[in-house]
């Protein structure tokens, strides 16, 4: 699997989206963007960024901003002060990296100590 695609399988594993980790990263760099700027900039359609900011605005990660010229004016989105937002930028980032390759179940078990309940005997 590419790189793009093994951040897609990610985020949508984590994120419930696939598209979320690069609309994160992509606003996290404007700073505030309405959602056809950020489908521009990533390469995502303009629905599926939508979508992502939807669900980042219920979850309080960002914020729309006041309309400048009525209801017919863009619409920007920010990212919301405060530690969320930094803890999903990270997340993203890990996502995307393929050197953040996780070890597999079994030895993040074994290392923490942890014991599952579920963890068949060898």
């Given at each position: ?35 056809q700027v950020l489908a521009a900039k990533t390469g995502i359609s303009y629905s599926l960024v939508r979508d992502a900011l939807i ?68």
């Amino acid at each position: 699997m590419d790189r793009l695609g093994e951040t897609r399988r990610r985020s949508a594993a984590l994120f419930g989206n696939e598209k979320t980790a690069e609309t994160v990263l992509a606003l996290d760099e404007e700073g505030a963007a309405t959602a056809q700027v950020l489908a521009a900039k990533t390469g995502i359609s303009y629905s599926l960024v939508r979508d992502a900011l939807i669900r980042l605005t219920a979850g309080g990660a960002i914020r729309q901003l006041p309309r400048a010229g009525g209801s017919r004016s863009p619409l920007y989105y920010q990212p919301a002060p405060g530690d969320l937002w930094a803890a999903l930028v990270k997340a993203a980032r890990a996502i995307g990296n393929p050197s953040s390759e996780s070890p597999g179940h079994d030895v993040a078990l074994r290392d923490t100590g942890a014991s599952p309940s579920r963890r068949q005997p060898k």
